[in-house]
């Protein structure tokens, strides 16, 4: 699921489920949020389109990803942009 887009960069959440092979039981294991960065010829960062947020819970897991990628950037020393 892609959560947020900024402006050469991309967050996309992975949600990990196990599944019992006897029963076909699922479980929830884990989450990870990944961040990408888009690479154009030359083997720069390119930008990105803007990410169209169509429902309420695409707004909500982009606001969140947003939060996340502001700690992360204040904890590099940096500011969001």
Same mark, same amino acid.
């Given at each position: 699921?892609?959560?947020?887009?900024?402006?050469?960069?991309?967050?996309?959440?992975?949600?990990?489920?196990? @599944?019992?092979? +006897?029963?076909? !039981?699922? /479980?929830?294991?884990?989450? &990870?949020?990944?961040?990408?960065?888009?690479?154009? %010829?030359?083997?720069?960062?390119?930008?990105?389109?803007?990410? @169209?947020?169509? +429902?309420?819970? !695409?707004? /909500?897991?982009?606001?969140? &990803?947003?939060?996340?990628?502001?700690?992360?950037? %204040?904890?590099?020393?940096?500011?969001?942009?």
């Amino acid at each position: 699921q892609v959560n947020y887009v900024s402006r050469t960069s991309m967050e996309v959440g992975c949600r990990v489920d196990t @599944e019992d092979m +006897t029963t076909g !039981d699922h /479980r929830y294991v884990t989450k &990870a949020y990944l961040t990408f960065v888009a690479i154009g %010829e030359g083997g720069r960062p390119r930008p990105l389109p803007p990410l @169209e947020l169509e +429902t309420e819970d !695409d707004r /909500r897991r982009h606001a969140e &990803a947003e939060g996340r990628r502001s700690e992360r950037l %204040e904890a590099a020393g940096r500011k969001s942009s």
